[in-house]
C-alpha cells in the first residue's frame, strides 16, 4: 500500500478521501488555493501546500504546481477526486511520466471515454446499445441543425467532452436550433475547452440509471449495481439513490453486464460510472436502455452505493491503483441491503430560478442519528466563494425500505440549520415528499413539470418570518430603562410617534434586501409586531447576524431582516429606481441591449456566468435603457450595477 497521497481537489470530496486515507494508514497532503486558505480540508491533512490564486485555472487546474507540490512532498500517489483534472487524460499521462501513481484509469481509458462521439463508437462495437443521434465530426451547424431535423424533435444538443450538464440544451422546435446551440458552444468551451457538439434523439419519458463498475489490474471486473439520479434540474443531479426503483433482477444483471463489457472495451481499470438512458414510459423495460456515457472517476453520489454495499469505494480504489486484486471478484458476493438516497444541499436559491447564493456561512449544523451521513467541506463561520461549486453538502440517509428511508431523509433536511447565503433545502425536503416521486412515477423532467408543489413559484416574503426578525429586532434596539421588565412600547422606538391619538407606528425594515414596514400596535396588555398584516412564528428560528441584521429560518426556507438603515440609502431603494444589478457574482458574458432601446419585461438584457453556468438577465418592467455601467468580459460582484431602465410615462 501506498505511503501518502496528494489530494488533487479541494471541499468535501477532499474531505472524504482524507478521511479514508488516514484510516489506512497514508500520510494526506492538501493542496489548496489563496481562497481555501482557511477550508477544512487543509486542516484536516498532515500538510497543505498554497497552489495559487483563487481561480481554478490558476490552482486546482494548474496540473504543473500539482505535479511540483508531489515531488516536493514526496506523494506516492495523486488522488484527483472528481471534477477539475479527475478526467483528464494528459494529468494521468503527466503523473506517470513523473513515477507518481494516479488514483484512476489509465490515460488511455480516459480518453476512450472522455469524447461522447468516440465513446459511443467503441460500445456500438461492443454491442451495447446506444441512443440515435449524430456522433460524428463535422461541427457545421447548418449541418448540425440538418442532421436534428432528421431525428426529429425534440433532440438534446450535447457537448462531446461534456459533464454536469455544462454545454446541453433540449431543443423541442426547429426554430430554437441556432440559440440553443450557440449558448450551448459557448458554455462547453468555457467549462472545457471544447465547443464540439453530438446531436441525440431525446427520450420524452426518460430515466437516468447508472451503474457502478470496478476493474483491477489482473483482469477482474464486477458491477456494485445501480444508482438512479433521474431527479435532475437543467440536467444536473439533485437527489439519487440505490436501488432504482421498479428495477428487476433481470434488468439488473443486463445493465449491470453491458457496464461491466464497456468498461472491459477500453481496459479500464479503478473506479468509473457508466450511465445509461432507460425509457421509464410505463415501467422499466428489459430492452428500453442505452448507454449515455461513462464516468472516469468516483461519482459525487458514490456514498448511496456505500450505504447498500457496506464497501468503502474510495478503499477499494488505494487497493486497485497499488495493484491489488479486487476485494470482491464474484459478481454474485456483491451485496445490496436496503434503500439508500441522497441529497445535495447547494447555496441557491431556489425562488430565483436557482441562481448562486454566496457568502459567508453565519450558522450551519446537521443533525446526527441512525442511518444517517452528511459529507461536507465547509463549517460555520467559512465562506461560499464564487469561485467554486457551491455544494454545501451530501446528506444521505439509509434504511431498510425506500419509504423509510425518503421519510428519514426529509426529517434530517427539516432539521438542518443553515444561515447566510440561500439553500435549496425546502426544496429537496419537498421532492422526498413529493407524491410522484415517492411512487415510483417519475423521470428526468419531474422537477421541471411539478414546480407549483415543490414550491418554486411562490414568489414574494414569508411575511410571519419577516413579522419574526423585525419583532425580535425591535426588541434588541430598545433602549436602556429602569425596569428592564417592562414591555416594550411603540415610544421605546425612536421614530417621532406623539403621545396622543391612535397608538400604532411603523418602522421602516429590509427584508431580504427589499424595503418593507414593521407595524407595531401598543395596547394596555403589551405590543405587537406584524408585517403584512402576519404576526411572527414561534417555531420560527431566529440567528443574529452582524449589525441589525437577522437571519430567520421557517420551514427550510431563509428570511433575511434589517432595521433600515436611512444613511446607506435603504430607503431609496424602494422607489423602484429601475436599476439593473447583478443577481450574483460572476462574469458578464454580453449585453444583449444599447442606450436608448426600448425593451418590454422580460426582455433578455444581459448574459451572466456564474459556476461555468449562464444566466439571463431580463427586465423588470418596460421601460427605455439607460446608463449601462458594465461591459461585457468584466468580473461583477452580486449586486454591482449593470444598467437601468427608465419607465415610459
Known amino acids: 500500500m501506498f505511503a501518502s497521497v496528494l489530494i488533487a481537489n479541494r471541499g468535501e470530496i477532499a474531505c472524504r478521501i482524507a478521511r479514508t486515507a488516514s484510516r489506512m494508514g497514508l500520510r494526506t497532503i492538501a493542496v489548496y488555493s489563496e481562497a481555501d486558505a482557511d477550508a477544512p480540508h487543509v486542516r484536516q491533512c498532515d500538510e497543505a501546500y498554497l497552489i495559487g490564486p483563487a481561480p481554478a485555472r490558476e490552482s486546482y487546474l494548474a496540473a504543473d504546481k500539482l505535479l511540483a507540490v508531489a515531488r516536493e512532498s514526496g506523494a506516492a500517489c495523486i488522488h484527483p477526486g472528481y471534477g477539475f483534472l479527475s478526467e483528464n487524460a494528459d494529468f494521468a499521462e503527466a503523473c506517470v511520466q513523473a513515477g507518481i501513481v494516479f488514483v484512476g484509469p489509465p490515460p488511455s481509458a480516459i480518453r476512450a471515454m472522455g469524447l461522447k462521439d468516440r465513446a459511443k463508437a467503441l460500445m456500438q462495437e461492443a454491442g451495447v446499445p446506444v441512443v440515435p443521434g449524430y456522433h460524428g465530426d463535422q461541427q457545421d451547424e447548418t449541418f448540425l441543425k440538418?442532421?436534428?431535423?432528421?431525428?426529429?424533435?425534440?433532440?438534446?444538443?450535447?457537448?462531446?467532452?461534456?459533464?454536469?450538464?455544462?454545454g446541453m440544451r433540449l431543443v423541442e422546435r426547429h426554430a430554437d436550433f441556432d440559440a440553443a446551440i450557440a449558448s450551448a458552444r459557448r458554455e462547453a468551451i468555457s467549462a472545457?475547452?471544447?465547443?464540439?457538439?453530438?446531436?441525440?434523439?431525446?427520450?420524452?419519458?426518460?430515466?437516468?440509471?447508472?451503474?457502478?463498475?470496478?476493474a483491477d489490474k489482473r483482469g477482474n471486473a464486477v458491477h456494485l449495481?445501480?444508482?438512479?439520479?433521474?431527479?435532475?434540474?437543467?440536467?444536473?443531479?439533485?437527489?439519487?439513490?440505490?436501488?432504482?426503483?421498479g428495477m428487476s433482477e433481470d434488468l439488473r444483471a443486463r445493465m449491470g453486464a453491458a457496464a461491466v463489457a464497456a468498461?472491459?472495451?477500453?481496459?479500464?481499470?479503478?473506479?468509473?460510472?457508466?450511465?445509461?438512458?432507460?425509457?421509464?414510459?410505463?415501467?422499466?423495460?428489459?430492452?428500453?436502455?442505452?448507454?449515455?456515457?461513462?464516468?472516469?472517476?468516483?461519482?459525487?453520489?458514490?456514498?448511496?452505493?456505500?450505504?447498500?454495499?457496506?464497501?468503502?469505494?474510495?478503499?477499494?480504489?488505494?487497493?486497485?491503483?497499488?495493484?491489488?486484486r479486487l476485494p470482491v471478484t464474484n459478481q454474485s458476493e456483491i451485496p445490496l441491503r436496503g434503500h439508500a438516497v441522497e441529497a445535495r444541499v447547494y447555496a441557491e436559491d431556489p425562488e430565483r430560478g436557482f441562481l448562486p447564493s454566496t457568502g459567508r456561512l453565519v450558522a450551519l449544523s446537521f443533525p446526527q442519528g441512525e442511518g444517517l451521513r452528511v459529507d461536507s467541506g465547509v463549517e460555520q463561520g467559512g465562506e461560499i466563494s464564487p469561485y467554486y461549486d457551491p455544494m454545501i453538502a451530501k446528506v444521505i440517509a439509509h434504511a431498510d425500505t425506500r419509504e423509510a428511508a425518503l421519510d428519514r431523509l426529509a426529517g434530517e433536511l427539516d432539521r438542518t440549520v443553515i444561515a447566510g447565503p440561500r439553500t435549496n433545502l425546502a426544496f429537496l425536503s419537498a421532492l422526498c415528499r413529493s407524491p410522484g416521486f415517492r411512487d415510483g412515477q417519475f423521470d428526468t423532467s419531474y422537477i421541471a413539470r411539478?414546480?407549483?408543489?415543490?414550491?418554486?413559484?411562490?414568489?414574494?416574503?414569508?411575511?410571519?418570518?419577516?413579522?419574526?426578525?423585525?419583532?425580535?429586532?425591535?426588541?434588541?434596539?430598545?433602549?436602556?430603562?429602569?425596569?428592564?421588565?417592562?414591555?416594550?412600547?411603540?415610544?421605546?422606538?425612536?421614530?417621532?410617534?406623539?403621545?396622543?391619538?391612535?397608538?400604532?407606528?411603523?418602522?421602516?425594515?429590509v427584508v431580504n434586501g427589499e424595503p418593507d414596514v414593521a407595524r407595531l400596535d401598543f395596547s394596555a396588555g403589551g405590543w405587537r409586531v406584524t408585517v403584512r398584516g402576519a404576526e411572527p412564528d414561534p417555531s420560527a428560528r431566529l440567528i443574529a447576524a452582524a449589525g441589525n441584521t437577522m437571519f430567520v429560518l421557517r420551514g427550510g426556507r431563509q428570511t433575511q431582516v434589517a432595521l433600515a438603515d436611512f444613511e446607506a440609502g435603504d430607503v431609496d431603494h424602494a422607489a423602484g429606481d429601475g436599476v439593473v444589478r447583478a443577481p450574483m457574482h460572476g462574469k458578464l458574458l454580453a449585453i444583449l441591449v444599447t442606450a436608448g432601446e426600448t425593451v418590454s419585461k422580460g426582455?433578455?438584457?444581459?448574459?451572466?456566468?456564474?459556476?461555468?453556468?449562464?444566466?439571463?438577465?431580463?427586465?423588470?418592467?418596460?421601460?427605455?435603457?439607460?446608463?449601462?455601467?458594465?461591459a461585457a468580459g468584466a468580473q461583477v460582484a452580486e449586486g454591482a450595477r449593470i444598467m437601468a431602465i427608465e419607465a415610459q410615462t
Open 146 to 166: 440538418r442532421k436534428a431535423y432528421e431525428l426529429g424533435y425534440p433532440v438534446l444538443i450535447k457537448a462531446v467532452a461534456g459533464g454536469g450538464g455544462k
Open 192 to 214: 472545457f475547452g471544447d465547443g464540439r457538439m453530438l446531436i441525440e434523439k431525446y427520450i420524452t419519458a426518460p430515466r437516468h440509471i447508472e451503474i457502478q463498475v470496478f
Open 225 to 245: 449495481h445501480e444508482r438512479d439520479c433521474s431527479l435532475q434540474r437543467r440536467h444536473q443531479k439533485v437527489i439519487e439513490e440505490a436501488p432504482a426503483p
Open 263 to 324: 468498461a472491459k472495451a477500453v481496459g479500464y481499470v479503478g473506479a468509473g460510472t457508466v450511465e445509461f438512458i432507460a425509457d421509464g414510459a410505463n415501467g422499466l423495460k428489459r430492452d428500453g436502455f442505452w448507454f449515455m456515457e461513462m464516468n472516469t472517476r468516483l461519482q459525487v453520489e458514490h456514498p448511496v452505493t456505500e450505504a447498500v454495499t457496506g464497501f468503502d469505494l474510495v478503499e477499494w480504489q488505494f487497493r486497485v491503483a497499488a495493484g491489488e
Open 450 to 509: 411539478h414546480h407549483d408543489e415543490l414550491g418554486l413559484n411562490q414568489g414574494g416574503i414569508d411575511a410571519p418570518a419577516a413579522a419574526s426578525g423585525a419583532a425580535q429586532l425591535i426588541a434588541n434596539a430598545r433602549p436602556q430603562r429602569p425596569d428592564p421588565d417592562a414591555p416594550l412600547s411603540p415610544w421605546d422606538v425612536a421614530d417621532g410617534f406623539q403621545l396622543s391619538g391612535t397608538r400604532v407606528t411603523t418602522i421602516p425594515i
Open 603 to 630: 426582455h433578455r438584457l444581459a448574459i451572466i456566468e456564474a459556476m461555468k453556468m449562464e444566466h439571463a438577465i431580463v427586465a423588470s418592467r418596460d421601460g427605455v435603457v439607460t446608463d449601462i455601467a458594465a
